[in-house]
């Protein structure tokens, strides 16, 4: 991990940790364990595959201990979801915008061409790196946003799509530069919002999508439709029990408890399982809401404090505690 201030915890400090049902995260932790490096890791993550759901708090209290990484003061959390979206699988004159494969000369990693040259040079058009067609550019730039979807086809399959690459180029709030425009107060740039304004004004929202250079390429995935989508360890999420994080300072993989604060807060067992472009620092983090237009509402209001609390192996939290 890098470099921050850390602080060993019990879990009496843990507001709300006798009242979670901690079953859950036990079930997301097994899935993704032994991705973790280390014995300490690997000796968790045997106990956690052996262990019963109804014994999953004594899993917990035995193998870690609760560490704080950074400074809670600092800590933001906001949410994520998998949008559904109608679409079709050939152009026609209603689902007219395409979300694209990875061109096959874009290499991972490295800046490629920006949103606008894409778009305004035709860089990706009639090279058959079309997956689906949607009805609006809004919603392709929200699908790429959130990295992954639920495409409900006209023909009546589903399709779901996920993140495969992105141009290399960094990630910019559109909702923080309508409110510095003074498009909207300084609460009020929800998803939701600047779904609808984009809309409304499709010149204006046109010319604001491009503001963000970043773009996203995806990939078809074969998932059944009760799983969650693929997060960065390419396990499905599980709503409300996975989280996206800074791997810099959390380990993808680890239990992380989360006291987040707001008009609806959560206090919580999640495990670190994706990553996101704009989730930077020991302190940030994305909850996972699930999939749909519901999901949706509830990820989009979230902008709030509160603390990230990441669980570690007893060892490795004791030799954090002597500052080793």
Not at 206 to 228: A, K, M, Q, W, Y
Request: proline residues 7%; glycine residues 10%; contains cysteine.
């Amino acid at each position: 991990m890098a470099e921050a201030k850390t602080q060993v915890l019990e879990f009496s400090q843990l507001r709300g940790w006798g009242k979670d049902d901690l079953a859950p995260a036990l079930a997301a932790f097994a899935e993704t364990c032994a991705r973790l490096p280390g014995p300490d890791w690997g000796e968790a993550c045997d106990a956690a595959r052996s262990t019963d759901p109804d014994d999953a708090r004594s899993f917990f209290e035995t193998q870690f201990r609760p560490v704080v990484v950074g400074n809670p003061k600092t800590a933001l959390f906001t949410g994520y979801y998998e949008p559904e979206l109608t679409a079709s699988a050939v152009r026609t004159a209603k689902y007219r915008f395409p979300i694209y494969r990875r061109p096959p000369e874009m290499i991972p990693g490295r800046r490629w061409f920006s949103r606008a040259e894409i778009e305004d040079r035709h860089i990706l058009q009639g090279r058959g790196l079309e997956i689906a067609w949607l009805s609006n550019p809004v919603d392709v730039f929200f699908l790429q946003v959130q990295g992954s979807g639920r495409l409900l086809l006209t023909d009546g399959r589903v399709m779901r799509v996920g993140f495969a690459a992105k141009n290399g180029h960094p990630y910019r709030s559109i909702g923080k530069e309508l409110k510095r425009r003074g498009v909207f107060g300084s609460h009020g740039a929800s998803a939701a919002r600047i779904r609808a304004w984009a809309l409304k004004h499709p010149e204006e929202g046109r010319e604001i999508l491009r503001f963000n250079p970043s773009f996203v390429f995806f990939r078809v995935l074969d998932l059944s439709h009760d799983h969650g989508p693929l997060g960065a360890l390419q396990v499905p999420l599980t709503a409300g029990r996975s989280l996206a994080v800074d791997p810099r300072f959390v380990p993808l993989g680890a239990p992380v408890w989360i006291d987040k604060h707001g008009r609806h807060p959560i206090r919580r067992l999640m495990v670190a399982q994706d990553t996101g472009t704009a989730i930077k620092g020991a302190q940030r983090a994305d909850i996972f809401y699930g999939s749909g237009a519901g999901a949706g509402r509830a990820a989009s209001g979230v902008h709030d404090g509160g603390r990230i609390v990441v669980l570690m192996p007893v060892a490795r939290a004791v030799a954090m505690a002597d500052g080793g």
